[in-house]
C-alpha cells in the first residue's frame, strides 16, 4: 500500500516516513466538526480549531492518504497570491479591503514556516522569493505595465520589483533573459514532508484522520461515506478538483492537470551555471505557466500545464505520467538551463488543480446550514490554505478577528457549463494561448488575441 502512494509525486517517494493509511471510519459516528479532506485546507481548518477550542471534537475524512492529492503533489511555492488579484477582490469590496487580503496571504507564507519550526516539520522551508523571467519583448513589456500597476494600487518595492536582465539572471541564469520581476512573498518547501507533518501535528492537537474513508455526498450536517455516515454540528468542505466526486458538483470545480519532473540531486557545478544560490522559486512569463524550485537536496523540481483538459471532468492515473507531455516539459526545463541537459530524470508525476468559474479563490460559512468550505486556488494553494484553515477556524469557532471579513468570504461562483460546452471551451483557450507563445517566442511581437483570452479567462 505504502509503494502505491510514493509513486504519485516525488515528493512522496522520498518522504521519510510510512505512507501506510490510517484507520478507516468504522460505521455511523458523530463529531463536532467534519472535514472532508486531509490535504492543506482541511488540515490547516482542523490544526487552527483545536488551537482556538482544544474541547472540540474535529475529524477529518480522507480517501486515500493525507497528501494524496495536489498537497502532495504541487510545486512546493508557498507563494503568498490568490489567483484572481487584487482588482478583482476590489470590486467585490474595495481596495483597502482587497489590500488587507492580499497582505494576509503574504503573512501566511511566514505563518507556514513558523508552524514548520515550531512543530517540528522538516519540510525544507526556504523563504527565497520568486523570480518570474522575461525572455522575449511582450513577456518584458507585460512585466514592466504588471509592476507599474501593482505599485500604483499600493503593494511596495519591497513586495514586488522589476528587475534589469543582470539583476534577473543574478538569480536564475537562463536564456534569453531581457529582465524579470522579483516577488518576494514567497518560500520553497517539500509539500509531502509539509502536509505529512502537518497530519501529525493535527493529530498531537487531539483531532481524528480516517483514511481509506471515500466521501460520496456532503450535506447539511453529515457526510455520506462508503464505510457510514458521519454526523457532525458543521461539515467542511475541503476537496479542491476531487470536489467533481461529491454527488451533484461535477462542474463547480474543474479539475486541470499539472505535470512534473525531477531530477537527480545536482552537484555544486550545476547551480554555479543556472544560479538559483538563494532557492527562489523560478517562472518566466510565458501564457502557459512554468514553475520550478531548487529543492533542498539539490534537485529540481520542474513543472507546467502539459495536459489537456479531460472531458466529462476526468481524472485519470494513466495522465498523470503522460510520456509526451513530460518529454515537452523536459525540453522546456533544458531551454531554460542548458547545463541541465545530462541531468538524470528520476521522477514523473502529475495531479489535478481546481478552477472556479470565476477563477475567484473562496471561504465560505453558513452557520444555518452547518457547511462550511474552502478552495478554488487555481494551482497557487499552498499559502492561501493556510489562511484559509485559519480564517475558516474563526468563522466557525465565532472568533472575532481581522480574517473574518476579507473579500474572499463569501464568494460565489456559477457552474461550468455543461458538456461538451466545457472541453470545448477549455480546450480551444489552452489551444491558443499555447499557440501565443510560440508565436511571441518566434517572433518577439505581442499575440494580442491571447491577453484577450487571458483576460477573460481571469473575469471568468
Known amino acids: 500500500m505504502d509503494a502505491r502512494y510514493r509513486e504519485r509525486s516525488m515528493w512522496l ?42 474541547t472540540l471534537r474535529v475529524a477529518v475524512i480522507e480517501r486515500d492518504v ?25 470590486a467585490l469590496a ?71 536582465a543582470d539583476e534577473a539572471r543574478g538569480y536564475a541564469n537562463a536564456t534569453g533573459v531581457l529582465g524579470g520581476i522579483f516577488y518576494a512573498p514567497c518560500a520553497a518547501v517539500d509539500p509531502a514532508r509539509l502536509v505529512r507533518g502537518l497530519a501529525e501535528a493535527v493529530e498531537r492537537r487531539g483531532a481524528k484522520i480516517y483514511e481509506q474513508t471515500a466521501a460520496a455526498a456532503v450535506e447539511p450536517g453529515r457526510v455520506l461515506t462508503d464505510r457510514g455516515t458521519f454526523r457532525a454540528e458543521v461539515v467542511v468542505r475541503a476537496t479542491e478538483a476531487y470536489t467533481r466526486d461529491l454527488r451533484g458538483r461535477r462542474r463547480q470545480l474543474l479539475p486541470v492537470y499539472s505535470l512534473m519532473i525531477g531530477t537527480e540531486p545536482l552537484p555544486q557545478s550545476v547551480f554555479d551555471d543556472i544560479g538559483l544560490a538563494d532557492r527562489p522559486t523560478f517562472a518566466d512569463d510565458r501564457y502557459m505557466v512554468i514553475y520550478g524550485q531548487r529543492t533542498a537536496d539539490d534537485r529540481i523540481a520542474f513543472g507546467g500545464r502539459g495536459v489537456p483538459y479531460l472531458y466529462g471532468s476526468r481524472i485519470s492515473p494513466a495522465v498523470e505520467r503522460h510520456h509526451r507531455s513530460h518529454e515537452r516539459i523536459h525540453a522546456t526545463l533544458v531551454d531554460l538551463f542548458p547545463a541541465l541537459s545530462e541531468a538524470r530524470i528520476t521522477h514523473r508525476w502529475g495531479g489535478v488543480l481546481a478552477v472556479p468559474r470565476n477563477w475567484t479563490p473562496f471561504v465560505h460559512f453558513d452557520r444555518a446550514a452547518g457547511t462550511a468550505g474552502a478552495g478554488g486556488y487555481v494551482g497557487e494553494g499552498v499559502a492561501p490554505s493556510n489562511l484559509a484553515g485559519r480564517t475558516l477556524a474563526d468563522l466557525i469557532t465565532g472568533t472575532d478577528s481581522e480574517r473574518v471579513d476579507l473579500p474572499w468570504v463569501g464568494v460565489r461562483h456559477r457552474r461550468w457549463e455543461p458538456e461538451p460546452l466545457r472541453w470545448l471551451g477549455v480546450r480551444t483557450s489552452r489551444w491558443i494561448l499555447a499557440a501565443a507563445d510560440a508565436y511571441e517566442f518566434r517572433t518577439n511581437r505581442e499575440a494580442k488575441t491571447a491577453a484577450a483570452v487571458a483576460g477573460k479567462l481571469r473575469d471568468g
Open 13 to 54: 517517494d522520498t518522504f521519510p516516513g510510512s505512507l501506510d493509511p490510517r484507520p478507516a471510519l468504522d460505521g455511523d459516528t458523530d463529531a463536532d466538526v467534519a472535514i472532508v479532506g486531509g490535504g492543506f485546507t482541511g488540515l490547516w481548518t482542523a490544526y487552527y480549531l483545536l488551537g482556538l477550542d482544544p
Open 94 to 164: 474595495d481596495l483597502p479591503a482587497s489590500l488587507r487580503l492580499a497582505r494576509a496571504v503574504f503573512d501566511s507564507v511566514d505563518e507556514v514556516g513558523r508552524v514548520a519550526a515550531a512543530e517540528g516539520i522538516d519540510c525544507g522551508y526556504h523563504r527565497g522569493g520568486v523570480i518570474r523571467l522575461a525572455r522575449n519583448r511582450p513577456q518584458a513589456g507585460r512585466q514592466a505595465a504588471e509592476v507599474a500597476h501593482h505599485h500604483e494600487l499600493g503593494l511596495t518595492p519591497d513586495e514586488i520589483r522589476l528587475l534589469s
Open 66 to 90: 493525507c497528501g494524496f492529492g495536489a498537497s502532495g503533489r504541487n510545486g512546493g511555492w508557498v507563494v503568498g497570491e490568490l489567483a484572481a488579484g487584487i482588482e478583482k477582490y476590489a
